[in-house]
């Protein structure tokens, strides 16, 4: 035992190599660093920097242009990303504290079949409005008519209008007050009345124990998919952006939107909304990301047949950024189901009547 454990203890002494031995080694280093037509790919990926990695990439890799609707006889300005040329108009309303460019990877897919808007609501992202913090149902809903109005005048396309948590809400607040004849659709995106409403005794918790400074812009989508609110990065990198501001006086970036200061619309955004989309005249379709978040009403009306439902696996709360593709998929296949068409609703059997043009 002890001749081992002196031998473990000894150091070992370098060889004494001839003059000859090191030319021949350093001769054979240099063979070894020569270039090699098999060395095209290195043997381990170089190691992604995490500014690199979180990095922020441009909309317009996504979006074919952005614009700003001007509301008349006001001073609001709302802020939109379109996609698309042809077909029924999908109308992308967001939710709280997200902005128009979270459905920016969605709109890639989508556009070749559908023309597709997303607004920058009041309060968020680009949108410029008299009063950031009513975020009122009402005001909400008829920012969406004044915009459309203001895009398409009296003879609107078919609309298609989705809408995520807040936005669903938004939605479907616009489609019950039937105030857009030519409405096609109806997508809502995770938002359940009675879940909604349980967790607001939560909100104000929630929003207070979020990061609230960011000393760049890599470092909030590094907090948005690390804290698991988003789960895809790319989409992270493309919408993170749009949610923030800079703050002059602290030297970094902060929330754009002030949520914790809207506390006295949120129960106005999600009261009665399951009896709002269930008797809303037009086809409907409710992704959500559990089966866990449906309540009563809604499970009632399910049986019945009177909505289309779709449980989004492996995807967090914004299903559109987590799983842009199945996501696009859905919204393109409910619109042929349905037979939307770019100037409304389709029926098999029903000829239109052709307009003779001067």
């Not at 489609?175 to 879940?195: H, M, R």
């Given at each position: 035992?002890?001749d081992?454990?002196?031998?473990a203890n000894?150091t070992?002494?370098?060889?004494?190599?001839s003059?000859e031995?090191?030319?021949?080694?350093?001769?054979?280093?240099s063979?070894?660093?020569?270039?090699s037509?098999f060395?095209?790919k290195?043997?381990?990926?170089?190691?992604?920097v995490?500014?690199q990695?979180?990095?922020?990439i441009?909309w317009?890799?996504y979006?074919?242009?952005e614009d700003?609707?001007?509301?008349?006889?006001?001073n609001d300005?709302?802020?939109?990303y379109?996609?698309?040329?042809?077909?029924?108009?999908v109308f992308?309303?967001h939710?709280?504290?997200?902005?128009?460019l979270?459905?920016?990877l969605?709109?890639?897919?989508?556009k070749?079949?559908?023309?597709?808007v997303?607004?920058?609501l009041?309060?968020?992202?680009?949108?410029?409005t008299?009063?950031?913090?009513n975020?009122?149902?009402?005001?909400?809903?008829?920012?969406?008519?004044a915009?459309l109005?203001?895009m398409?005048?009296d003879?609107?396309?078919?609309?298609v209008?989705?809408?995520?948590?807040?936005?669903?809400s938004?939605?479907v607040?616009?489609?019950a007050?039937k105030a857009?004849?030519?409405?096609?659709?109806l997508i809502?995106?995770d938002?359940?009345?009675?879940?909604?409403?349980?967790s607001?005794?939560?909100?104000?918790k929630?929003?207070?124990?979020?990061?609230?400074?960011?000393?760049s812009?890599?470092k909030?989508?590094?907090w948005?998919v690390?804290?698991?609110?988003?789960?895809?990065?790319?989409?992270?990198?493309v919408?993170?952006?749009?949610?923030?501001?800079?703050?002059e006086?602290?030297?970094?970036y902060?929330?754009?939107?002030?949520?914790e200061e809207?506390?006295?619309?949120w129960?106005?955004?999600?009261?009665?909304l399951?009896?709002?989309?269930?008797?809303?005249p037009?086809?409907?379709?409710l992704?959500l990301a559990?089966?866990d978040?449906?309540?009563?009403?809604l499970?009632?009306?399910?049986?019945?047949?009177?909505?289309?439902?779709?449980?989004?696996r492996?995807?967090?709360?914004a299903i559109?950024e987590?799983?842009?593709?199945?996501?696009?998929?859905?919204v393109?296949?409910?619109?042929?189901?349905?037979r939307?068409g770019?100037?409304?609703?389709?029926?098999?059997g029903?000829?239109?009547?052709?307009?003779?043009?001067?």
């Amino acid at each position: 035992m002890e001749d081992s454990s002196a031998t473990a203890n000894l150091t070992s002494v370098p060889e004494e190599t001839s003059e000859e031995d090191q030319n021949h080694n350093t001769a054979t280093d240099s063979v070894n660093k020569l270039p090699s037509a098999f060395s095209s790919k290195p043997d381990r990926p170089p190691i992604q920097v995490s500014s690199q990695k979180y990095a922020p990439i441009d909309w317009s890799g996504y979006f074919d242009k952005e614009d700003d609707v001007h509301i008349q006889d006001s001073n609001d300005v709302f802020h939109i990303y379109t996609a698309g040329t042809e077909g029924p108009v999908v109308f992308c309303i967001h939710g709280g504290g997200y902005s128009g460019l979270s459905f920016a990877l969605s709109a890639s897919k989508m556009k070749e079949k559908a023309r597709v808007v997303a607004i920058d609501l009041r309060g968020h992202g680009k949108s410029s409005t008299e009063d950031e913090l009513n975020l009122s149902i009402e005001t909400l809903c008829n920012d969406v008519l004044a915009v459309l109005k203001t895009m398409y005048g009296d003879s609107p396309p078919a609309i298609v209008l989705v809408g995520h948590s807040m936005g669903g809400s938004v939605a479907v607040h616009v489609a019950a007050k039937k105030a857009l004849p030519s409405l096609a659709g109806l997508i809502v995106v995770d938002v359940v009345e009675g879940t909604a409403m349980a967790s607001l005794v939560h909100m104000q918790k929630i929003l207070s124990n979020r990061l609230q400074h960011f000393s760049s812009i890599e470092k909030a989508i590094e907090w948005s998919v690390k804290g698991g609110s988003l789960r895809n990065i790319e989409s992270a990198q493309v919408s993170i952006p749009g949610t923030l501001k800079y703050d002059e006086a602290k030297k970094c970036y902060t929330h754009r939107a002030r949520l914790e200061e809207t506390e006295q619309y949120w129960r106005g955004w999600y009261e009665g909304l399951s009896e709002k989309f269930l008797s809303s005249p037009v086809p409907k379709i409710l992704l959500l990301a559990g089966t866990d978040r449906l309540d009563r009403t809604l499970t009632i009306g399910q049986m019945q047949g009177k909505f289309q439902m779709v449980v989004v696996r492996h995807t967090g709360h914004a299903i559109q950024e987590d799983v842009p593709e199945e996501f696009a998929t859905l919204v393109l296949n409910f619109i042929h189901r349905n037979r939307i068409g770019p100037r409304g609703v389709e029926i098999p059997g029903i000829l239109r009547p052709s307009v003779s043009k001067p």
